[in-house]
């Protein structure tokens, strides 16, 4: 079956540093790819996403590109802040039928002032 | 965004009785209802799928009898954990959609049992 993994956590950076968290996915045929973030005390949020291959996502500095040839769609933001402190889901969407979606772990990801 | 909302936030029950859950979509209709169980430090687990006054589609592995999904109107599902058990312990999320198959899914914040 489909299955998302996701780099574990928790990643710690300092304000401003670089920030790449890695995901790879299993699939059959062509999913839609997802990144998710969940603060503290809020449900998920989408992040951004991307539907066919070549495909960047990005919102908030946040930008992942759909690589279908290495089937990855890593996270990546030049410089976080504080505020960026949550959880960040990846997920795969089948496109037929219910488009039910197949998450990753999660990596928490700390940014210290 | 559109907001879905849980009630309660978290609950605590005593081995053998009933817990419902209800998840409301607040400002949009919610064709399809989507719950999930979320273990620590593990991804969320799709339990069910739901479309307003169907029975719900159950994944491979969850009890339906345990696990009774209705989602009665097109703001509102609930599960009901039936004769909970320490194991069923767990954080339970629900998500909702509006419309067709490829929309975006709107999470709730999710609600937390504790079965003692």
């Known amino acids: 079956g489909d299955s998302v993994t996701q780099m574990e956590g928790p990643v710690t950076l300092s304000e401003e540093a670089f920030l790449t968290i890695n995901c790879t996915y299993t699939a059959t045929g062509y999913p839609s790819l997802f990144w998710y973030v969940q603060y503290p005390g809020e449900g998920l949020q989408l992040l951004l996403k991307?539907?066919?291959?070549?495909d960047k996502g990005s919102n908030k500095g946040f930008e992942a590109t759909y690589r279908k040839e290495t089937t990855s769609f890593h996270l990546e933001k030049g410089s976080v802040q504080v505020s960026d402190s949550a959880v960040y889901f990846c997920?795969?969407?089948?496109?037929?039928?219910?488009?039910?979606?197949?998450f990753g772990k999660g990596t928490m990801l700390l940014v210290s002032p | 965004g559109a907001v879905v909302s849980q009630h309660p936030s978290w609950v605590i029950c005593k081995s053998g009785t009933s817990v419902k859950i209800e998840c409301r979509s607040l400002d949009f209709q919610a064709t399809t209802m989507f719950w999930y169980r979320q273990f620590p430090k593990q991804s969320l687990m799709l339990m069910a799928t739901s479309n307003e006054g169907s029975k719900a589609t159950y994944e491979q592995g969850v009890e339906k009898d345990k696990f009774l999904i209705n989602h009665a109107s097109l703001t509102l599902s609930t599960l009901t954990v039936t004769s909970a058990h320490p194991e069923d312990s767990s954080f339970y999320i629900c998500?909702?959609?509006?419309?067709?198959?490829?929309?975006?899914?709107?999470f709730g914040p999710g609600t937390r049992l504790t079965v003692l």
């Open positions: 997920a795969l969407s089948d496109p037929s039928g219910y488009s039910t979606l197949t």
């Open positions: 998500s909702a959609r509006e419309g067709i198959a490829g929309n975006e899914q709107f």
């Open positions: 991307a539907t066919k291959a070549d």
